[in-house]
């Protein structure tokens, strides 16, 4: 994989004493991630990556501190999400590196945290997630799963989501068409998961294929 021109987002720096800023990822990040979220075979130039800090509040209305790792070209416009999201009190529980939870997908999402890179392939197909480029964000996993059926079998991620597939319940932290994550994520051009028709991923944001493929080739 080659990058494929400069991109347009996450290249500058924003100031964190208010509490949200973005850096590129240094030593003491990459001893955080490497061997992680940062695998020895990630075919992702680590300089495309930037690290945010961000404010959150979640269903107490608590303000709490978070931090993600994303692709550079859609940093800019991920902090600017949760900035507005935050001062909406739009509530969401967690906000922690993968790294966290060993980089484990499964134990990250049964926490009902939210995050953005990590080196890793859609189950059951050998391809590279678009988390594996740092180009897709996922909120509030736990209650707005992921589901598919493959081969006659049922995924459910986080396996815990199972009881909020049914989204005609009333429950926290549900996303749901419409709604203020769903806006502020589309409009900055992202597909949302809840959307698709062949499964459901309830949880997930993503930057397009065809927006991908102008910035790389894989």
């Not at 130039?45 to 800090?53: F, M, T």
């Not at 608590?62 to 909406?88: H, P, Q, S």
């Not at 897709?136 to 736990?142: F, T």
């Amino acid at each position: 994989m080659s990058a494929e021109g400069t991109g347009t987002h996450g290249s500058s720096f924003r100031d964190e004493t208010g509490g949200f800023g973005i850096r590129e990822i240094d030593g003491g990040i990459y001893e955080r991630i490497r061997g992680r979220s940062y695998k020895a075979e990630c075919t992702l130039p680590l300089r495309d990556l930037r690290y945010l800090r961000l404010l959150h509040r979640d269903l107490s209305g608590r303000t709490l501190k978070g931090e993600m790792i994303c692709n550079r070209r859609i940093a800019e416009d991920v902090l600017e999400i949760f900035e507005k999201l935050y001062e909406a009190g739009y509530p969401i529980e967690h906000v922690r590196l993968v790294d966290d939870y060993g980089a484990d997908d499964e134990a990250s999402m049964e926490d009902n945290n939210s995050s953005s890179f990590n080196f890793r392939e859609i189950v059951r197909t050998g391809e590279v997630s678009k988390h594996g480029l740092g180009l897709a964000v996922d909120i509030n996993p736990l209650y707005n799963p992921y589901w598919k059926i493959v081969d006659g079998d049922e995924i459910i991620l986080p396996s815990a989501g199972r009881p909020y597939l049914d989204r005609g319940a009333s429950f926290p932290y549900k996303i749901e068409r419409g709604d203020l994550c769903v806006r502020l994520f589309t409009k900055k051009g992202f597909f949302w998961g809840g959307d698709w028709t062949n499964r459901k991923d309830y949880q997930h944001f993503e930057i397009p294929p065809e927006q991908i493929r102008k910035w790389y080739r894989y």
